[in-house]
Every structure is written in structure tokens, then in C-alpha cells.
């Protein structure tokens, strides 16, 4: 008879059949991620159906919020304090899956949660998408599309707000205008604790991530670690941050499933005085006696204006909505164009990249779920860089970045190919053919991000119903200038990589493999690269511009500088698609700051109304 096994070996054993077997139940749980989220919205649904039945009858509020993502969440909070608000969301609860870093990467692009838009064909780029037509993710959930993305807390360059406050002829607008409600926002906890720039004790907590896995690689480099807004290792949304402390407030209202189609107007001055939902199939009417906001996104927002006959007059009757307001919606849409170059890949004895297969096991989700660190606690984004490429330069815009780096320490682990086809709508057999020989290997990928672009899309109507397909056409890559600058990038950070001592100490080195499509051009030449961001163009979902501000008789102004929708009264919006130039940056953070700043005007006014009203009662 055989000896007992020592209780060591034991343990050691049972960790070896787990580091096995685990990586097998985790993809197991992957491929049924789509049966989970619509289980736990489905459940959502059906409790939210009978409260909207029984309990939820009120339908006149101080205040209608449209939407509570990043914007809408800051606004909701902010205005409750003094007012009775009505919180209007299309979507459920937020999945509690949302609340892991890791899994930003594999949430995407699910009906659940996800609004799920996609561009028109796009002519000159998006060649290795489906139909070549981009995929844009927007969050539909309390808190929107915070939950689902890469946790980067970026504010943007100093001269994008400068360059908004001068086309818009208001300094508030400027950097120094908007840093303030940057900072009130903002709990930071961090190396450049700076009071002049960061806030403390605002409502969402800003740290570096636990887990920076490659980071310290590349801020070695002379680049910048990513900050996240997190929390004891789990993402802080704006639903955590500024919805859920305050859910039993009893002036805030929410109602769920409640997808807006129009806003209601009456008189020669077209005063908003409501709006019209669906809540669960039942069409119903919520009344405003201030104002109502729409912060349903760079999407939802000027969707529902045009459905309400605010937009281009010729348009709007082309589809069969009568015009009221003749205003630019939809016009200059903006949003950053990006490739993920690489793999960059590693000396087989460098394992210090995050490979999937290997480092989510056991360890990491102890380590996770008992002290909110590990692998788990970052969504691969680890470090960023903004540079000047020589067409900025040659703009004399030298100081003003033109390109930003994003450093993915993610290797390519077995499903990725399956997954950028679900998350980015990539075609899943050109991503298998191109990763193949790479597949398991320690490497990384660097996002090369068209911060400032020229072209400048739209978005349109194509029928009179909210069901009716919105098109959008982002006119990514048109202008050839937006194509040389973004070769510039790709080819400034392949040079950063192979001629950087902190890199080559790894070995890193760009992959052998040519990209499907690009085989008839010479390999890593200036047509090579064109041809490679020509194909593998992703979107960053950093849009910007269908509802843009601008100064008092422009033209070009959907929106005052205190975000009135012009030609009405009792109207704004509030989110990022009233920004007229995109930040150079991610735009969720400057998201965050146009709700607070919004809600600061929107009781700026009303407190100067009622102030008046009382002077006027004394006199």
C-alpha cells in the first residue's frame, strides 16, 4: 500500500488541476455570456414591469433627465439636491459582471446592455469589417456606457478646451473654465497630487489600477501610467459614483426600460414641456414644469431631437418628421479612428505581458475577490502617450499632440480572435489568420489613436419612428491628411519600440505576420502601413459633435454655451455630443465634466429665476 501523500503535494496537485482545468471553465463561461446577460436582464425586466405597473405613476416632475450614463448620472445627482428629478433610462440595473476591470474587453456588443449602432459603409476604411461598416457601443444601463469601457480617466489636452472657448466666444469653456468642475468631480489618489489640478473628496475615486502588469514597462520608457476610476480594485461607474448613494433620495424618480422618442413642444416659442416614452410596450408622458435635459449620448441625443422636428428642415421632410427648429443635428460628427498595432512580441523567457490562458487562474481570482488586486483588476489598458508627428509639426501645432498610444499589455491568448469579432465586429476569419503565428506568446499591442481628425461625419434619419435605422457616417479616414498622420503614428511607435533600450530588453519585436489584405504591397513600407489602418480601423466610441455649442447666431450651433437648444425654451443637452472638437483624448471623463458643468448652469438659472421672483414679491 502506497504512503499518504504529504499535505504540500496535496495542495501542490490540487493547484496544478486547477491551472489546468480553469482556463477551460473560464472560456466555457465566455462562449454562455451572452445567455447570462440576458438572464439578468431578462429578470430585470420582468420586476421592473410590475413596478412600472402598480408603483410608478407619477408623471410630473420639476425636471426630466433623458439618460444616466456619463453625463446624465452627474446631472440626475446634482439636481435632485434642490429639485423634484424624473431619471428616464432605456436600459436595466447594471450587470454585476461590469464591476471586474478584465472583463471591459468581452462585455461589449451585447443587446442586454449595449445599443449596439453601426456605421454606414465606410469607403476608404473598416476594409476587414463586416459590410466595412464600424461597430459603436453605447451603454444602456443605469450608468451607461461607464460600465463598459476601458476605465481611462483622461481629461484631454489644455488647448482643446481653449480652442472650444474660442470658437464659442466663452472662456468658460477654456481650460481654466472647466478645471474646476474637472476637479469637483474627481477623488484622486495618485502620484501628481497636485491640489491646482486634481480634486479630493469629489464624488468618484480616481487611482491606479492594483495590476499594471506591463505599465512599469512602459512608463520606464518615459510614458504615463493610466489612472482608472476604481474602487478596492472594482470599476467605479457613474452609476456607483453618483446614482446609487443617492437612490433613496426621495426627490430623484428613476423609471427603467424607458426608451424616449420625443420631446414636447408647444407655442411660437416652441416651449419643451415633457416628453413621450415607452416604458415595456405602453406608450406614456412625462411632464416637466423647468426644464428637460437629454443626456442620452452623442447618439440618443440628436436622434431624439431630429425625431422631434429640431434638425436640418430638408431632412427632416425628406423622412416624413415636420421641422420646427432648423438647426445642424447630426452635423459634425467627430470621433477618434484608431488601429491596434501588433503584436509586439516577447523573448519566450519575458512572460510579463497578460496572457489570458495562463495568468487568469486560481491565484488571480483569490487574490480578486479576497483584496480587489491581480490580474483581474485591470482592463489591460496599463499606460498612454500623446505625440507630435511631423505633420503637426510642419502646422506650426507642435504642442498640440496629434496622435495618443494606448499600451494594451494583453497577449494574444486563444480566444482573442473570436472576441475582437464579437466586441469590435472584426472578421473573425481574417483576426484567426493574422494571429495564428503569434497566438500564446507573451507580446502586447499599442492603440495608435487619431486624436485630432479632420473629417467630419454625420448622422442621419431614415424614417419618421424612433425603430426606424439611424445612419451614421463617421467619413472615417476621407481626408488624406487624417491618412498621413495616422501613418506617421504607426510608424513613430514601431520605432519607439525597436530603438528603446526598456523594450529591447524584453525582445520585443513586431509581428512577422502581414495583414489579410495587404499582401500585395511591400512589407512595413509607407503603403503597407496605409494599407494596414485602411483595414484594421477601429472606432475608440470617443464621439463627439451632433449637438454642438457655438457661439450666439452661428450657423453652426445646436446648443448655446449654457447648452439650450437653440430656438426653444425649457431645452438641453447635456453630454458629450455637444463638445465641437474632439478632445485629443478619452472622452469619458470630459463626459463627466460636461454633466457637471451643465448642471451647474442649469441651477445657476434657476436660482437666479427664483431670486428674482422673491425680489420681485418684495418690491
Given amino acids: 500500500m502506497a504512503p499518504p501523500m504529504p499535505p504540500n503535494e496535496v495542495i501542490r496537485r490540487s493547484f496544478q488541476t486547477w491551472n489546468t482545468w480553469l482556463p477551460t471553465i473560464i472560456f466555457g463561461f465566455l462562449g454562455a455570456l451572452g445567455m447570462y446577460n440576458q438572464a439578468w436582464w431578462q429578470m430585470d425586466m420582468m420586476s421592473d414591469q410590475f413596478k412600472a405597473t402598480y408603483y410608478d405613476t407619477k408623471d410630473t416632475f420639476d425636471f426630466i433627465v433623458v439618460g444616466s450614463g456619463s453625463a ?78 476601458f476605465l481611462i480617466h483622461l481629461r484631454g489636452h489644455q488647448k482643446d478646451y481653449d480652442y472650444i472657448a474660442n470658437i464659442t466666444g466663452d472662456k468658460e469653456w477654456s481650460f481654466d473654465g472647466v478645471l474646476k468642475h474637472f476637479k469637483s468631480v474627481e477623488d484622486y489618489n495618485g502620484q501628481w497630487d497636485d491640489e491646482r489640478y486634481h480634486g479630493h473628496g469629489g464624488d468618484m475615486r ?163 475577490t479576497r483584496t480587489g488586486t491581480g490580474a483581474l483588476s485591470s482592463s489591460g489598458t496599463s499606460a498612454t502617450a500623446f505625440v507630435s508627428t511631423p505633420m503637426a509639426k510642419a502646422a506650426g501645432e507642435g504642442d498640440w499632440p496629434d496622435v495618443q498610444f494606448i499600451f494594451l499589455g494583453t497577449a494574444v491568448y486563444s480566444r482573442m480572435a473570436e472576441d475582437m469579432a464579437h466586441g469590435f465586429h472584426v472578421r473573425q476569419d481574417l483576426m484567426k489568420k493574422y494571429f495564428e503565428t503569434d497566438k500564446g506568446k507573451d507580446s502586447f499591442q499599442i492603440i495608435v489613436s487619431l486624436a485630432r481628425p479632420k473629417a467630419v461625419g454625420h448622422m442621419k434619419l431614415s424614417g419618421p419612428r424612433f425603430s426606424d435605422d439611424f445612419l451614421i457616417d463617421p467619413k472615417y479616414l476621407d481626408n488624406e491628411y487624417d491618412v498621413k498622420t495616422l501613418v506617421e503614428g504607426v510608424k513613430m511607435a514601431v520605432n519607439l519600440v525597436e530603438n528603446t533600450t526598456v523594450f529591447q530588453s524584453l525582445g520585443a519585436r513586431f509581428t512577422g505576420a502581414v495583414f489579410p489584405g495587404c499582401e500585395n504591397v511591400i512589407f512595413r513600407s509607407d503603403a503597407y502601413w496605409e494599407c494596414f489602418i485602411r483595414q484594421y480601423s477601429l472606432t475608440l466610441h470617443h464621439i463627439v459633435g451632433p449637438c454642438s455649442m457655438g457661439r450666439k447666431g452661428s450657423k453652426d450651433a445646436v446648443v448655446d454655451t449654457e447648452l439650450k437648444v437653440v430656438g426653444t425654451k425649457g431645452l438641453r443637452v447635456i453630454d458629450a455630443s455637444v463638445l465641437p472638437k474632439v478632445p485629443i483624448s478619452n472622452t469619458n471623463y470630459p463626459a463627466i465634466m460636461v454633466g457637471e458643468k451643465g448642471a451647474h448652469f442649469v441651477l445657476n438659472t434657476w436660482r437666479n429665476s427664483e431670486n428674482s421672483q422673491t425680489n420681485e414679491i418684495i418690491r
Fill in 206 to 368: 480616481v487611482a491606479l489600477p492594483p495590476y499594471t502588469g506591463m505599465g512599469e514597462y512602459f512608463v520606464r520608457a518615459g510614458f504615463s501610467h493610466i489612472y482608472y476610476p476604481i474602487k478596492d480594485g472594482r470599476r467605479v461607474s457613474t452609476y456607483k459614483a453618483f446614482i446609487e448613494p443617492i437612490r433613496s433620495r426621495p426627490t430623484l424618480t428613476i423609471y427603467k426600460f424607458s426608451v424616449v422618442t420625443k420631446v414636447l413642444m408647444r407655442g411660437e416659442n416652441n416651449q419643451v414641456f415633457g416628453v413621450e416614452y415607452e416604458r415595456h410596450g405602453v406608450r406614456k408622458t412625462a411632464y416637466a414644469n423647468k426644464e428637460v435635459i437629454l443626456s442620452a449620448g452623442s447618439i440618443g441625443s440628436p436622434k431624439i431631437l431630429m425625431l422631434s422636428g429640431i434638425g436640418p428642415k430638408e431632412h427632416l421632410q425628406t423622412v416624413g418628421v415636420r421641422p420646427k427648429v432648423d438647426l445642424p443635428v447630426g452635423m459634425n460628427l467627430q470621433d477618434h479612428i484608431s488601429t491596434y498595432l501588433g503584436p509586439f512580441v516577447l523573448d519566450e523567457d519575458k512572460p510579463v505581458s497578460m496572457l489570458f490562458d495562463r495568468d487568469i487562474n486560481p491565484s488571480a481570482f483569490l487574490a480578486f
Fill in 72 to 149: 446624465g448620472a452627474v446631472v440626475a445627482n446634482r439636481l435632485s439636491q434642490h429639485y423634484n428629478v424624473l431619471l428616464l433610462e432605456a436600459g436595466g440595473e447594471p450587470n454585476p459582471w461590469f464591476s471586474v476591470p478584465a472583463m471591459s474587453f468581452l462585455m461589449l456588443n451585447y443587446p442586454s446592455h449595449d445599443w449596439m449602432y453601426k456605421t454606414v459603409p465606410q469607403k476608404h476604411s473598416c476594409g476587414a469589417l463586416p459590410d466595412r461598416r464600424s461597430g459603436w457601443s453605447g451603454g444602456k444601463c443605469l450608468g451607461g456606457t461607464s460600465h463598459i469601457n
